[in-house]
């Protein structure tokens, strides 16, 4: 990787993934926006910032011209509670600008990394150390954009070998940008909640899990893979990975660990309910951890720990 285009660069993961790259990388870093949620502070001090949407080729066409782009990241997308309200918009985002972007990478001689999520799977997927490769049959928009995004990822290297590499993200918890609408959000909100009320009102039912994982995890899964043997990858898109799976019971229970006094009541919010019981209680990652070292860092109680003393510095 030496010149690189993020797509979608001020959302959860761009944020922070825009920042890690040039801090890393010597080259260009471009953080590619929409008008609509335009760079500010260090993300657009420290580096180059384009409009890129990805619904238009040609925007990301020029920037890649410009910059000499070798490698892009693409992280425009509706999230899966946004997604199911705008389901065309979805599509529109999800699979034309993934064609978009595949298109200009086939032209042009780019690596592409796409995210796919726990969201590519479905009710009639195995729950518990869901396989790498099994039944996808998701019932949201969300989850068939993500589906129908690995197999157009995966037939661009067979067909016209574009390096096309991707990862199956749980839900994301970071302290840096808050999330953009995704059915593990509570796990994000609970943290800024115990620090801003000391209490919260949790819209996931208690013994519901899902795969999460800490941020800083997340972005050294990006760069890992994307620096990869390629000879070793038996997979491209996309591998699943995994570090912790939880309930909200236990994530409550890590929190009053370190503030005794926090308070947790139930709100549940039917459509994100829905969507978390379709999707797995937790992943098997060994394939990522064969073909690539795919290893995380960070469980529960130490997530916790940093998220609370990195929030309470910022927030109080
Ligand atoms: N955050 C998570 O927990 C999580 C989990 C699994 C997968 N993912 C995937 O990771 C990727 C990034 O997620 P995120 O959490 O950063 O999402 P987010 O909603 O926080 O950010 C999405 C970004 O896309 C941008 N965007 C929207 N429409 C666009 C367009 N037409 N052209 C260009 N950019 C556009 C938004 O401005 C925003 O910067 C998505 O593909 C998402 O599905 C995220």
């Known amino acids: 990787m030496k010149n690189i285009l993020i797509i979608g660069s001020t959302g959860q993961i761009g944020t922070?993934?825009?920042?890690?790259?040039?801090?890393?990388?010597q080259g260009n870093v471009v953080a590619g926006y929409i008008p609509a949620a335009a760079p500010k502070g260090e993300l657009l001090e420290s580096g180059p910032a384009e409009v890129v949407d990805i619904t238009n080729a040609q925007q990301i066409a020029d920037t890649v011209e410009k910059y000499d782009i070798d490698t892009i990241f693409n992280l425009a997308a509706l999230l899966s509670a946004v997604?199911?309200?705008?389901?065309?918009l979805a599509w529109h985002i999800?699979?034309?600008?993934?064609f978009n972007v595949l298109e200009v990478a086939r032209e042009k001689g780019?690596?592409?990394?796409?995210?796919?999520?726990?969201?590519?799977?479905?009710?009639?997927?195995p729950k518990d150390k869901t396989p790498q490769d099994t039944v996808q049959r998701p019932q949201t928009m969300y989850g068939v954009t993500k589906v129908a995004g690995e197999l157009l990822g995966d037939y661009y290297h067979k067909r016209?070998?574009?390096?096309?590499?991707?990862?199956?993200?749980?839900?994301?918890?970071?302290?840096?940008?808050?999330?953009g609408g995704g059915t593990t959000d509570y796990a994000v909100d609970i943290y800024y909640k115990a620090i801003q009320d000391g209490s919260f009102v949790c819209p996931i039912k208690a013994g519901t899990f899902m795969?999460?994982?800490y941020m800083p995890d997340a972005l050294h899964a990006m760069v890992q893979l994307m620096e990869a043997d390629p000879t070793r990858l038996k997979h491209r898109n996309s591998f699943n990975i995994a570090s912790m799976s939880f309930e909200p019971e236990m994530i409550y229970a890590a929190i009053k660990k370190e503030m005794p006094d926090f308070t947790m009541t139930y709100e549940v919010d039917?459509?994100?309910?829905?969507?978390?019981?379709?999707?797995?209680?937790?992943?098997?990652d060994s394939c990522a951890r064969e073909e690539w070292d795919w290893s995380p860092t960070y469980d529960l109680d130490s997530m916790t720990r940093d998220m609370l003393e990195k929030l309470s510095a910022r927030l109080k």
Not at 160 to 179: E, M, W, Y
Request: charged share 15%.
């Open 160 to 179: 016209f070998g574009v390096d096309t590499r991707s990862v199956r993200f749980p839900g994301l918890i970071s302290n840096v940008a808050l999330p």
């Open 270 to 284: 039917e459509l994100r309910q829905q969507i978390a019981e379709s999707w797995p209680n937790s992943l098997d």
């Open 16 to 25: 922070e993934l825009t920042m890690h790259l040039r801090n890393h990388y």
């Open 110 to 125: 780019c690596a592409v990394f796409t995210p796919s999520s726990i969201g590519a799977f479905g009710p009639g997927t």
């Open 83 to 88: 997604a199911e309200a705008k389901p065309q």
């Open 211 to 213: 795969d999460m994982m």
């Open 94 to 98: 999800g699979l034309g600008g993934l």
